[in-house]
Nanobody, 130 residues
Framework: EVQLVESGGGLVQAGGSLRLSCAAS????????VGWFRQTPGQEREGVSC????????YYADSVKGRFTISSDNAKNTVYLQMNSLKPEDTAVYYC???????????????????????WGQGVQVTVSS
């Protein structure tokens, strides 16, 4: 059974940093891309970033490019999202998701994962105060 468990959320002031973790189990980590979405009340889930551990490819939404960095530790089957220069508009519940599609497809990976991927974590709250 595929399981994804997020951790690392919390409350931080604008300009601060947080690191989210997504611990994966139940599948061959190297065969999947893992990424992050976020969601605020009343809004659709928004793709944030993804990475394919097989080749290290990454993709970022324009809204976080240059501030967020995604990485993976294959030995720990864990994906991290380092979030720097946080803004109040980054406040959301952050979810990780695993997809067989290669992350290098970029925005298409977000669409595919949102509509087709069946494995989501439970989400973690990130709150950025102004």
């Amino acid at each position: 059974e595929v399981q994804l468990v997020e951790s690392g959320g919390g409350l931080v002031q604008a300009g601060g940093s947080l690191r989210l973790s997504c611990a994966a189990s139940g599948f061959t980590f190297a065969d999947y891309a893992v990424g992050w979405f976020r969601q605020t009340p009343g809004q659709e889930r928004e793709g944030v970033s993804c990475t394919s551990s097989s080749d290290g490819s990454t993709y970022y939404a324009d809204s976080v490019k240059g501030r967020f960095t995604i990485s993976s530790d294959n030995a720990k089957n864990t994906v991290y999202l380092q979030m720097n220069s946080l803004k109040p508009e980054d406040t959301a519940v952050y979810y990780c998701v695993a997809s067989i599609l290669w992350c290098g497809y970029g925005r298409a990976w977000f669409s595919h994962s949102l509509n087709e991927a069946g494995s989501w974590g439970q989400g973690v709250q990130v709150t950025v105060s102004s």
